[in-house]
């Protein structure tokens, strides 16, 4: 069975940092590309990171380009997602999506975390 | 950057009826746009893959059509768990995946 399983969320004061995880289970966490989207309360989606399999890629949209990094540990099965200089508008639940091989987009999403920022 | 708008926001209809989703792009994605289904407290599901492809698992009373700037989401025959926001996206010109705002589906 997949699964993408995120951690780290929680509760900042604006200016602080965080590191997301998503822990990867029931495929070939390597062979695929990976993302990370985001949710505000009540709101819609919004894409936030791409990573390449290989880590040879990586995109940012302009919103947090410069401010967060994506990375993963293809041995370990993980993708993160650090974020530094945080803002209120960075509020939102952070979910990691998987990339399909055969289907050319996003094909499966964890759960999601939280991070909310406020003073 | 693409631009994806959903009509209409919010859309009630009752079991059994066919439920028509429209979603178009500020420019030609081609055919690579898809379609979610979140529900509430819950991750997206990809339902409909390259305009009109159902994924894996995904009942064929869902179905999606359209090329260009133009698409639908049609699900033929409306079941209450179909109750939901659907979302489409596209990966035509990336980054960034953009993603419409939203149809809410309601079943009275």
């Known amino acids: 069975e997949v699964q993408l399983v995120e951690s780290g969320g929680g509760l900042l004061q604006p200016g602080g940092s965080l590191r997301l995880s998503c822990a990867a289970s029931?495929?070939?966490?390597?062979?695929?590309?990976m993302n990370w989207v985001r949710q505000a309360p009540g709101k819609g989606l919004e894409w936030v990171s791409y990573i390449s399999s290989s880590s040879s890629t990586l995109y940012f949209a302009d919103s947090v380009k410069g401010r967060f990094t994506i990375s993963r540990d293809n041995a370990k099965n993980s993708l993160y997602l650090q974020m530094n200089s945080l803002r209120a508008e960075d509020t939102a639940v952070y979910y990691c999506?998987?990339?399909?091989?055969?289907?050319?987009?996003?094909?499966?999403w964890g759960q999601g975390t939280l991070v909310t920022v406020s003073s | 950057e693409i631009v994806l708008t959903q009509s209409p926001a919010t859309l009630s209809l009752s079991p059994g009826e066919r439920a028509t989703l429209s979603c178009r792009a500020s420019?030609?994605?081609?055919?690579?746009l898809a379609w979610y289904q979140q529900k509430p407290g819950q991750a997206p599901r990809l339902l409909i893959y390259?305009?009109?492809n159902r994924a894996t698992g995904v009942p064929a009373r869902f179905s999606g059509s359209g090329s260009g700037t133009d698409f639908t989401l049609t699900i033929s025959s409306l079941e209450p768990e179909d109750s939901a926001v659907y979302y489409c996206?596209?990966?035509?010109?990336?980054?960034?995946?953009?993603f419409g705002q939203g149809t809410k589906l309601e079943i009275k």
């Open positions: 390259d305009a009109s």
């Open positions: 996206q596209q990966r035509s010109n990336w980054p960034p995946y953009t």
């Open positions: 999506a998987r990339e399909g091989r055969r289907v050319t987009t996003i094909d499966f």
């Open positions: 420019q030609s994605v081609s055919t690579y």
């Open positions: 029931g495929f070939t966490f390597s062979e695929h590309n």
